[in-house]
């Protein structure tokens, strides 16, 4: 299982690499693009079944993040119709965005901020 994960998790990120190196995109493009393939590959159903296979190697990294909005939408409209598309990528995603907000802060309360300049 562990080969399965790191390889399909290295994967996604020399893919990240070779973009930063070798094109005019910005980390923050590439992120961004990152989510919405996860987005796109679990509406065409070709997400669930590498998830299911790689576990966290494609679950951690930001197209799992994409997958997961996606299935959360998809879940609340199957459940609450209209509205679901507005509330289900919240739902699905808020324990990863506490977790991110919680631990930022604690990094920022241990240490000392500063420019780098200085």
């Known amino acids: 299982m562990y080969t399965k994960t790191f390889l399909i998790g290295g994967l996604l990120c020399l893919v990240g690499q070779v973009l930063i ?11 961004t693009m990152y989510v919405v393939a996860g987005v796109v590959l679990s509406a065409l ?16 990294p930001l197209t799992g993040f994409g997958h997961a909005l996606a299935k959360g939408v998809r879940q609340a409209v199957a459940e609450k119709g209209l509205l679901g598309v507005f509330t ?31």
């Open 21 to 31: 190196d070798y094109t005019k995109l910005t980390p923050a493009r590439i992120l």
């Open 45 to 60: 159903g070709l997400y669930q079944p590498l998830a299911d296979w790689a576990g966290a190697g494609a679950s951690v």
């Open 88 to 118: 289900g990528g919240f739902t699905a995603a808020a324990a990863g965005l506490c977790a991110a907000v919680f631990f930022g802060l604690i990094v920022a309360l241990v240490f000392k901020p500063r420019d780098k300049g200085k």
